[in-house]
């Protein structure tokens, strides 16, 4: 079964939509994973501009995939000691649901390692917090219909807590809710020792799944991990879609062209 393909936004500067839409159509990309602010530089009358989006996507037949960098430029982190710092928090994510129901998607994925710095705190009780603060998100998607995917982050990405695939699961499945998932970023199988058959064992618990090169350069070259890794999804029914993650600030086409055309020739052919 071939899977849906997806590439994230933060490839690209979106004044140059339009040349990236011509990739999307020549390579039968499914659509996007978003990041906000790589549409508007804030966070200002998002919603609004959201629904101008939506409508350009729609009328493109771009299907949107998942909402990420959803704490870009807040300065937020969950071990503040300040009650309306985690209320700001907590009120920041229901707004990216509603953005989520603007683009008709299910999915918003949730990294950051600024977001969940521990600062010294212990780690048990830093889990107890992280688990608390999510199971408040639980009745509300059910009602949405939303998937909250919580995302490891390897250490050399300046992650002190949930850099391990394991760790992630367990905080999972203290929360224990359907809607709240993981999202599997293969940067953890860049820098360490990793049996991504393991994954398999866990798939019920990973719902949605990115694929970057080492510090998220383009996909020229996919390094070995990354073409092992791509292999195995390829031959998984149980894995649907699968997206790919650039960042660059800047837009080269040439370059996205052949990142674009290699992702799809692993996963494809």
Known sequence: MKKKLYISNLAWDHKDFLKVKE?????????????????????????????KNSKVFNE?????????????????????????HIEDIFNHTLNILKICKIYKCKKVIIGSSEFRKRNGINLKIADQIFVDFFVRFKKILVKKKIFLCLEAIPRQYNEDFIFDFFHLIKLVKKINSKWIKINLDSSLFHFEKFDEKLLFKNIKYI???????????????????????????????????????????KTDIKKLDKSMRNFKNLLHN
């Open 60 to 84: 493109q037949k771009i299907k949107i995939n998942a909402i990420q960098g959803i704490f870009f430029k807040k300065k937020f982190n969950l071990f503040k000691k300040n009650k309306n």
């Open 207 to 249: 719902k949605n799944i990115q694929v970057t090169e080492k510090n998220f350069k383009y996909f020229l070259k996919p390094n070995k991990k990354n073409i092992k890794f791509c292999n195995l999804l390829k031959k998984s029914n149980l894995i649907k879609s699968v997206s790919l993650e650039i960042i660059s600030k």
């Open 23 to 51: 990739l999307i159509k020549k390579y039968q990309f499914d659509g996007l994973d978003i990041a906000p602010l790589k549409i508007k530089n804030d966070w200002k009358n998002l919603n609004e501009l959201s629904r």
